[in-house]
T-cell receptor, first 114, second 108 residues
C-alpha cells in the first residue's frame, strides 16, 4: 500500500509570494495533520483536519491556512511568505481523529524562501 | 502546553546499546511515541507506549512511566544504519508534540 504522498518535493519562492502544498493520506485514513520542521528542531504542529473539518490548530499566524477535500487529501496554503517560513513541511495521516492513533508521515516538501 | 526534553547528541560504536531519555510536561496525554528521522527524510514511526511498561520491537524497545513523566528508547545491537535523529513525541488530543531530537551517531 502507498504511504503518505506530498507534492512538490522542493519549492523555491521569494518573500511575499504565496505557496500551496499538497498531501494525499494513506488509503483509509481520514485524518491529515500538517507540521513545520525547521532545521535542527522537531516538527511543530500546524493543523489537523478530520472529515473536512479543522480539529486543531497550532501557534501559527493566519497566513497559514489549510483544507481537506472529500477524498481526504489536503492542501496547506501559506500567504505573504517570510524568510522564516523556510522549512520542511510534513503531512501526517492517521485512521481517525484523536490521540489514540499513530500518525504516519510523508516525505515532506522542502520550502525555501529567498 | 507541552515541553519535552531529550539529550541533543549520543555517539556509540557498532554493536553497542544506546538509551535515549525523554522527560515531558504536558496537558492532555494519551501516550509517548518515538520517531526516527534520517537526514532529509520523513519521520518514521518506531514505537508507542500508552501504558506504563516496556514495549519491544525487534532491536528497539521503549519504556514509559506516567507517574514520573519519563520515557526512554533503547537501541540494541547498534548498526551504522541507525545513525539518525530520534524524537520523542507526546500524543495529545489532536496533535503530536515533539522534542528537539537526539542525534545518534554510530561509529565503526
Amino acid at each position: 500500500d502507498a504511504g503518505v504522498t506530498q507534492s512538490p518535493t522542493h519549492l523555491i519562492k521569494t518573500r511575499g509570494q504565496q505557496v500551496t502544498l499538497r498531501c494525499s493520506p494513506i488509503s483509509g485514513h481520514k485524518s491529515v495533520s500538517w507540521y513545520q520542521q525547521v532545521l535542527g528542531q522537531g516538527p511543530q504542529f500546524i493543523f489537523q483536519y478530520y472529515e473536512k473539518e479543522e480539529r486543531g490548530r497550532g501557534n501559527f499566524p493566519d497566513r497559514f491556512s489549510a483544507r481537506q477535500f472529500p477524498n481526504y487529501s489536503s492542501e496547506l496554503n501559506v500567504n505573504a511568505l517570510l524568510l522564516g517560513d523556510s522549512a520542511l513541511y510534513l503531512c501526517a495521516s492517521s485512521p481517525q481523529w484523536g490521540g489514540t492513533d499513530t500518525q504516519y508521515f510523508g516525505p515532506g516538501t522542502r520550502l525555501t524562501v529567498l | 502546553g507541552q515541553s519535552l526534553e531529550q539529550p541533543s547528541e549520543v555517539t556509540a560504536v557498532e554493536g553497542a546499546i544506546v538509551q535515549i531519555n525523554c522527560t515531558y510536561q504536558t496537558s492532555g496525554f494519551y501516550g509517548l511515541s518515538w520517531y526516527q528521522q534520517h537526514d532529509g527524510g520523513a519521520p518514521t514511526f518506531l514505537s508507542y507506549n500508552g501504558l506504563d511498561g516496556l514495549e519491544e520491537t525487534g532491536r528497539f524497545s521503549s519504556f514509559l512511566s506516567r507517574s514520573d513523566s519519563y520515557g526512554y528508547l533503547l537501541l540494541q545491537e547498534l548498526q551504522m544504519k541507525d545513525s539518525a535523529s530520534y524524537f520523542c513525541a507526546v500524543r495529545g488530543d489532536y496533535k503530536l508534540s515533539f522534542g528537539a531530537g537526539t542525534t545518534v551517531t554510530v561509529r565503526a
